[in-house]
């Protein structure tokens, strides 16, 4: 969901060609966030000119527009700052106007781009407006850029620097959000800032840094005053015609890019919201948190906060760290597959070995999660656990709570995290919150997360994305190693999220000697699960075939289940509608006769899942019950299972232990729902209406 990618090189003689190929690709690989146009704003031939590019559709479509366009591409710059975006509408259409870079006006004095939501914006477009600003575009992000020329033209005397000036404008804002601010008053500098929406810096250097960690540069109490508003009326003394104030650093070092004579090195800094994004230039990256301000200016990066710790809050890291990311670029590559979904499916039987390695030790039959170990006491003394999360993350929840409950023997709750914090859920400080996040950036789940962390409720992260906001802002918690998941229907994180959650009933579970027969059959199940999704995958021509023989031209698809099949029904049912954009639900097998029954004939597509656990004979009755009322349905069976009646389509699958067979059983319906969208031409990888990370509510 929207994308930022920012570039600064400092005494590196680069060529326009070679800056706009780096913002196009790292806009390129941020595509699969979903986005509906791309821009970008780089410097001009005169200085203080920027030149734009915008097009709405995908950046192919704004790579071709700059070839084609006829400015120098061969002018050189030794330091020069750019920026880019790709958007995903939320105020205004998709539309070359509404696209980012958004200029603070014709002269484009600041240009802005912004992931997240200003939610004040119309308030202050209205006071803007009224100082006689106008506007050309219908964004919150207009509002950014303007009011931010406005804060500069009111300050009489010695202008701000551009932090002072950002800082400004972002305590006007409301919302949140990323942004990256570039100038003409500021040339070569760039200023980028988070509250709410994830960014990361990469660091390019040809020497090695002189130290990994850049300070943070708290400001004097002075240069927080909320009160100093920007939008004060202009003779108020309090107000920005003020002086701006004394910045009174505490700290004001970047020890990291002093370099040993003294003398100012080249580098390169990449501005993203994804890591996937740098990788290609850089491993070595920095996170930014929330209210973290950073000014990149004459080859160095200084961190600044927006606000000083508020009173009785946490204390406050005193540096960043600059990390060195593991992933390689051909993790994020689509190789030999036609897209990242395709991909991500056939990864699974590598993705699931990743989740448990270094974790399950199969010959002992233990689990050691290392992210838990301090607090398994803790849990195991709360009253409840609360798992929270959205879409398929909340499947993955749905998926292990009877194993949990059994497990651990504490009650669970699985809670949508849009719903929980609308109900303003009661929650308590011997609460257990679990939160299952693919990205950890979805805006819902970070909302629900300090909901709880605010309520005394120890807060516990199963992510995959190391480094984004829930991983950090949980006590502890499980990363799921399933690998950079770019394909915005989630796959590999399901069956990765469902192993890590199992993981930790298995290692919750491990004082109770009563469990360890049950404990053990799910550990040797663990072992072979790879193997039998690879057997799984070898059934895809199959699974194909259903896609563009009885399923074809169907404009509905149900599918039923029960006990730890209705989860496999509900995610079904989501990449069926998601990605091929057939209407289908997921139903739990029980409730047939209290209301879908009444949908059932010989035209209602159906797929029913009767793999062989405890709840078969009820299953068979619902089977009796539809194909009573005449529907042939396609039944996803285990493979020894010779009671399936003569003549029924049938879908294959290994068998293994009840509470993993939904390991199995969803991967033909991930392969279904893939072909089921190919075959119709859809874009399998970025479905309309959706980004990979919803950060916005
Ligand atoms: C569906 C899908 C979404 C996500 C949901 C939560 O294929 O990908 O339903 O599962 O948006 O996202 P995360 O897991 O990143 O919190």
Same mark, same amino acid.
């Given at each position: 969901?929207?994308?930022?990618?920012?570039?600064?090189?400092f005494?590196?003689?680069?060529?326009?060609?070679?800056?706009?190929?780096?913002?196009?690709?790292?806009?390129?690989?941020?595509?699969?966030?979903?986005?509906?146009?791309?821009?970008i704003g780089?410097d001009?031939?005169?200085?203080?000119?920027?030149?734009?590019?915008k097009?709405?559709?995908?950046?192919?479509?704004?790579?071709?527009?700059i070839?084609?366009?006829?400015?120098?591409?061969?002018?050189?710059?030794?330091?020069?700052?750019?920026?880019?975006?790709?958007?995903?509408?939320t105020?205004?259409?998709?539309?070359?106007?509404?696209?980012?870079?958004?200029?603070?006006?014709?002269?484009?004095h600041?240009?802005?781009?912004?992931?997240?939501?200003?939610?004040?914006?119309v308030?202050?477009?209205? *006071?803007?407006?009224?100082?006689?600003?106008?506007?050309?575009?219908?964004?919150?992000?207009?509002?950014?850029?303007?009011?931010?020329?406005?804060?500069?033209?009111?300050q009489?005397?010695?202008?701000?620097?551009?932090?002072?000036? *950002?800082?400004?404008?972002?305590?006007?804002?409301?919302?949140?959000?990323?942004?990256v601010?570039?100038?003409?008053?500021?040339?070569?500098?760039?200023?980028?800032?988070?509250?709410?929406?994830?960014?990361?810096?990469?660091?390019?250097?040809?020497?090695?840094?002189?130290?990994?960690?850049?300070?943070?540069?708290?400001a004097?109490?002075?240069?927080?005053?909320?009160?100093?508003?920007?939008?004060?009326?202009?003779?108020?003394?309090?107000?920005?015609?003020a002086?701006?104030?004394?910045?009174?650093?505490?700290?004001?070092?970047?020890?990291?890019?002093?370099?040993?004579?003294?003398?100012?090195?080249?580098?390169?800094?990449?501005?993203?919201s994804?890591?996937?994004?740098?990788?290609?230039?850089?491993?070595?990256?920095?996170?930014?948190?929330?209210?973290?301000?950073?000014?990149?200016?004459?080859?160095?990066?200084?961190?600044?906060?927006?606000?000083?710790?508020?009173? /009785?809050?946490?204390?406050?890291?005193?540096?960043?760290t600059?990390?060195?990311?593991?992933?390689?670029?051909?993790?994020?590559?689509?190789?030999?597959?036609d897209?990242?979904?395709?991909?991500?499916? !056939?990864?699974?039987?590598?993705?699931? *070995?990743?989740?448990?390695?270094?974790?399950?030790?199969?010959?002992?039959?233990?689990?050691?999660?290392?992210?838990?170990?301090?607090?398994?006491?803790?849990?195991?003394?709360?009253?409840?656990?609360?798992?929270?999360?959205?879409?398929?993350?909340?499947?993955s929840?749905?998926?292990t709570?009877?194993?949990?409950?059994?497990?651990?023997?504490?009650?669970?709750?699985?809670?949508?995290?849009?719903?929980?914090l609308?109900?303003?859920?009661?929650?308590?400080?011997?609460?257990?919150?679990v939160?299952?996040?693919?990205? /950890?950036?979805?805006?819902?789940?970070?909302?629900?997360?300090? !909901?709880?962390?605010?309520?005394?409720?120890?807060?516990?992260?199963v992510?995959?994305?190391?480094?984004?906001?829930?991983?950090?802002?949980?006590?502890?918690?499980?990363?799921?190693?399933? /690998?950079?998941?770019?394909?915005?229907?989630?796959t590999?994180?399901?069956?990765?999220?469902?192993?890590?959650?199992?993981?930790?009933?298995?290692?919750?579970?491990?004082?109770?000697?009563?469990?360890?027969?049950?404990?053990?059959?799910?550990?040797?199940g663990?072992?072979?699960?790879?193997?039998?999704?690879?057997?799984?995958?070898?059934?895809?021509k199959?699974?194909?075939?259903?896609?563009?023989?009885?399923?074809a031209?169907?404009?509905?698809?149900?599918?039923m289940?029960?006990?730890?099949?209705?989860?496999?029904?509900?995610?079904g049912?989501?990449?069926?509608?998601?990605?091929?954009?057939?209407?289908?639900?997921?139903?739990?097998?029980?409730?047939?006769?209290?209301?879908?029954?009444?949908?059932?004939?010989?035209n209602?597509?159906?797929?029913?899942?009767?793999?062989?656990?405890?709840? !078969?004979?009820?299953?068979?009755?619902?089977?009796?019950?539809?194909?009573?009322?005449?529907?042939?349905?396609i039944?996803?069976?285990?493979?020894?299972?010779?009671?399936?009646?003569?003549?029924?389509?049938?879908?294959?699958?290994?068998?293994?232990?009840?509470?993993?067979?939904?390991?199995?059983?969803i991967?033909?319906?991930?392969?279904l729902?893939?072909h089921?969208?190919?075959?119709?031409?859809?874009?399998v990888?970025?479905?309309?209406?959706l980004?990979?990370?919803?950060?916005?509510?």
């Open positions: 969901m929207c994308g930022i990618f920012g570039y600064c090189s005494l590196q003689e680069k060529d326009r060609k070679t800056v706009c190929d780096i913002l196009v690709n790292g806009l390129a690989r941020q595509e699969y966030r979903g986005y509906d146009s791309a821009g780089i001009g031939d005169k200085p203080g000119e920027m030149y734009f590019f097009e709405v559709g995908k950046v192919a479509g704004l790579r071709k527009k070839a084609e366009s006829d400015v120098d591409t061969s002018k050189t710059f030794i330091s020069q700052v750019s920026i880019a975006h790709t958007r995903w509408a105020h205004g259409p998709p539309s070359v106007v509404n696209c980012h870079p958004l200029k603070s006006d014709p002269d484009a600041f240009i802005v781009v912004h992931n997240g939501i200003v939610t004040n914006a308030a202050l477009r209205l *006071v803007l407006q009224k100082r006689g600003y106008k506007f050309e575009s219908e964004t919150d992000t207009e509002a950014a850029a303007i009011l931010t020329k406005y804060i500069y033209d009111s009489t005397g010695k202008k701000p620097t551009f932090t002072e000036l *950002v800082k400004q404008v972002l305590h006007e804002l409301e919302g949140s959000f990323a942004f601010f570039k100038s003409s008053h500021y040339p070569n500098e760039v200023v980028t800032a988070r509250r709410g929406s994830p960014l990361l810096i990469g660091v390019k250097t040809e020497k090695k840094l002189k130290v990994d960690f850049v300070d943070v540069e708290f004097g109490p002075e240069s927080d005053a909320k009160s100093n508003s920007a939008l004060a009326p202009p003779t108020s003394p309090s107000g920005l015609l002086p701006p104030s004394n910045p009174g650093m505490l700290r004001s070092q970047s020890r990291a890019f002093m370099s040993e004579d003294g003398l100012p090195q080249p580098i390169e800094f990449f501005i993203a994804d890591a996937a994004a740098i990788i290609e230039h850089t491993k070595r990256v920095l996170y930014l948190e929330d209210d973290d301000i950073a000014h990149i200016s004459g080859g160095e990066l200084h961190i600044h906060r927006l606000r000083r710790n508020e009173e /009785g809050g946490a204390p406050q890291a005193q540096h960043r600059i990390e060195t990311l593991e992933i390689e670029l051909a993790e994020i590559m689509k190789g030999k597959f897209h990242f979904m395709q991909k991500e499916i !056939y990864e699974q039987p590598e993705s699931v *070995v990743n989740t448990m390695r270094g974790r399950v030790n199969f010959d002992q039959a233990r689990i050691t999660l290392g992210g838990l170990r301090a607090y398994l006491n803790i849990i195991r003394r709360g009253r409840r656990i609360v798992f929270c999360a959205c879409g398929t993350s909340y499947h929840a749905i998926a709570r009877a194993i949990f409950e059994e497990l651990t023997e504490i009650p669970v709750s699985v809670e949508l995290a849009s719903d929980f609308d109900r303003k859920t009661p929650i308590f400080r011997d609460d257990v919150c939160f299952v996040s693919q990205s /950890g950036e979805t805006a819902d789940t970070i909302l629900a997360l300090r !909901y709880c962390l605010e309520r005394g409720a120890l807060c516990v992260g992510v995959n994305t190391v480094g984004s906001t829930i991983s950090r802002e949980t006590h502890c918690g499980v990363h799921i190693n399933a /690998g950079p998941e770019i394909g915005v229907a989630s590999k994180a399901y069956t990765s999220q469902y192993i890590a959650l199992l993981m930790v009933a298995l290692q919750l579970s491990e004082d109770r000697i009563s469990l360890t027969e049950r404990r053990n059959q799910i550990i040797q663990l072992h072979a699960l790879p193997g039998q999704i690879k057997r799984v995958l070898d059934g895809d199959g699974f194909q075939e259903l896609a563009t023989g009885v399923l031209n169907q404009r509905s698809l149900l599918l289940g029960r006990g730890y099949q209705y989860a496999t029904c509900l995610e049912a989501l990449k069926i509608k998601e990605i091929s954009y057939m209407h289908s639900e997921g139903i739990l097998a029980g409730e047939l006769k209290h209301g879908p029954l009444a949908l059932i004939d010989e209602m597509p159906v797929i029913i899942v009767m793999t062989q656990d405890s709840l !078969y004979p009820k299953v068979q009755s619902a089977y009796a019950q539809i194909t009573a009322r005449k529907a042939a349905p039944i996803i069976c285990n493979e020894e299972d010779e009671g399936i009646p003569k003549g029924c389509q049938t879908i294959r699958v290994p068998s293994t232990v009840d509470c993993l067979q939904g390991l199995l059983n991967i033909p319906l991930q392969l729902s893939y089921l969208a190919v075959k119709n031409g859809f874009d990888d970025f479905p309309r209406n980004a990979k990370s919803v950060t916005t509510e």
